[in-house]
């Protein structure tokens, strides 16, 4: 992997860059290399050295402490006292820590101990988007890896399944929804986790996953007399690609239509007849 900059490091772990370049002077925790023109360059040792810090501050050490810690010291610390946390901010560094060092163990337990303590919907909301979130913009400049967000995206993917999997069938009669991407789109875990949430809420529904083309579509929602349509749209799309899909798709619907995903949040569907936010229905 590259060098980070400090903006980089303050994204990944949630401090200050000024905070950062404090405990620099004060502390001595990083010492970054920097270029001809006195901009610092951080390693990947800096970073998880970092991420161990600011799991400890997040949790109420004080960085005078936690500064006289070795980092065998720190690692125990945190194996013994904050993998069980829920401290919203150091659970989410190690989330990103384990990212960073394609930790896999790391990540299923903590993962899997939030779970355990709040379950999926909350976790979900209060840890794996703020996560994602955080990596998101560094993935698409090229400071995370194409590896470490695969790592991260498809492990929390698997969590979903996983609770979904967990719940009871819904033995009724009637296909309360149908749920899929639109062709070419492959981001399917916004989907996943409104097949879980509506799973839990009581709905039945049919999953067919991401890439579906619109041919066929109408025979099926028919057949089946599904009541609702789920569709997560995140990327891929002009505003008249996305324009054109909706009125594609309501057409050969003609049920009401859920989005979800961030370009409906960037378009907008306000001005459609059958469409309406995911957070109508979950």
């Not at 996953?209 to 041919?215: E, Q, R, S, T």
Request: aromatic fraction near 10%; proline fraction near 3%; include cysteine.
């Amino acid at each position: 992997m590259g060098s980070y900059k400090i903006k980089d490091l303050s994204s990944l772990t949630g401090i200050k860059t000024h905070t950062i370049r404090i405990w620099e002077k004060r502390y001595g925790l990083l010492n970054p290399e920097r270029t001809k023109s006195k901009i610092r360059s951080y390693s990947e040792a800096d970073l998880t050295q970092l991420l161990n810090v600011a799991i400890l501050y997040n949790k109420g050490w004080k960085i005078s402490k936690i500064s006289n810690l070795s980092p065998t010291e720190i690692s125990t610390v945190i194996q013994k006292e904050v993998l069980t946390d829920e401290n919203d901010q150091s659970v989410i560094s190690l989330l990103v820590k384990a990212l960073v060092e394609l930790d896999t163990l790391l990540f299923d337990e903590v993962c899997t101990n939030a779970i355990q303590r709040e379950g999926l919907e909350v976790t979900y909301t209060r840890y794996f988007l703020p996560f994602l979130d955080r990596i998101g913009t560094l993935w698409l400049v090229g400071t995370i890896t194409p590896f470490q967000e695969h790592f991260a995206s498809n492990a929390i993917r698997q969590k979903i399944i996983a609770s979904t999997d967990q719940l009871p069938l819904i033995k009724k009669r009637n296909i309360d929804a149908v749920l899929f991407t639109p062709e070419e789109e492959w981001h399917e875990m916004s989907l996943l986790y409104y097949q879980f949430i509506l799973r839990k809420r009581g709905y039945r529904t049919v999953y067919l996953g991401a890439n579906l083309p619109l041919d066929g579509l109408e025979g099926l929602v028919h057949s089946i007399q599904t009541k609702n349509i789920v569709v997560s749209m995140i990327s891929g799309k002009s505003k008249s690609e996305y324009e054109d899909y909706i009125l594609a798709l309501t057409t050969a619907v003609q049920r009401p239509v859920f989005i979800g995903g961030a370009l409906s949040d960037r378009w907008g569907i306000s001005d459609y007849e059958w469409v309406f936010p995911i957070q109508d229905l979950i």
